[in-house]
């Protein structure tokens, strides 16, 4: 089945309440949780802070963030009528040396993309691990901000696509490479994966 958009629930496949964490799945493939997410007293506004990504996306090399981030953020756009703002307090610890700079500027760029105003980078006081950044902004829902986040949803989907793409054609390749080794073995007349005099 081809990719289409993440399916977001609440735990354990539930339908997803305001407040709870959130479940991001890419068809059957559980990629993460996003917990917590605070919400105001009067269910106006919510304040992304962390997603917890699963096994899976630790050990693949594509970047599921900006998808995930654009995902959660039209789904509760569409979800929950009385939302005006979703607010992002990014602070995922990154591991990689030297880029957590690199990450946050990426990062506030997307906010400013999809129209998020108040956007800031600073750095991670309690982090661990030197060049790690905090990055804050303020998306609000207006329709201006809503045809934004459409053309970067749009965008990140794609990408993600591409990415499926190539994923499938080297494990179809991969799938061939072994057969043919299977049948060069097991053939008389061929040997070491060359044609007999």
């Known amino acids: 089945m081809a990719f289409e958009k993440l399916r977001i629930t609440g735990q354990d496949g539930r339908h997803y309440r305001l407040g709870e964490p959130l479940e991001v799945h890419d068809r ?11 919400v ?15 096994a899976f996306v630790k050990k693949e090399k594509r970047n599921f963030g900006p998808l995930v981030l654009l ?5 509760l756009a569409e979800q929950f009528q009385g939302l005006q703002a979703v607010s992002y307090l990014l602070s995922r610890e990154i591991e990689l040396h030297g880029d957590g700079m690199n990450v946050a500027l990426a990062r506030s760029a997307l ?6 105003e108040a956007v800031a980078v600073s750095p991670r006081p309690d982090s661990g691990t030197p060049a790690n950044f905090v990055v804050r902004g303020v998306w609000a829902y207006n329709e201006r901000n809503i045809a934004a986040l ?21 494990r179809s390749i991969g799938v061939l490479r072994d057969r043919l080794r299977q049948l060069l073995a097991r053939s ?10």
Do not use: K
């Open 150 to 170: 459409g053309h970067c949803l749009e965008r990140e989907r794609a990408i993600y696509r591409q990415w499926d793409a190539a994923v499938e054609t080297d």
């Open 71 to 75: 995902e959660v953020t039209a789904f």
């Open 28 to 38: 059957g493939t559980f990629l993460g949780t996003l917990d917590p997410v605070t």
């Open 188 to 197: 008389p007349g061929i040997r070491g994966g060359e044609a007999a005099d």
């Open 111 to 116: 906010l400013e993309a999809i129209g998020a």
């Open 40 to 54: 105001n007293r009067d269910g106006t506004e919510v304040l992304i802070q962390r997603f917890l990504p699963s």
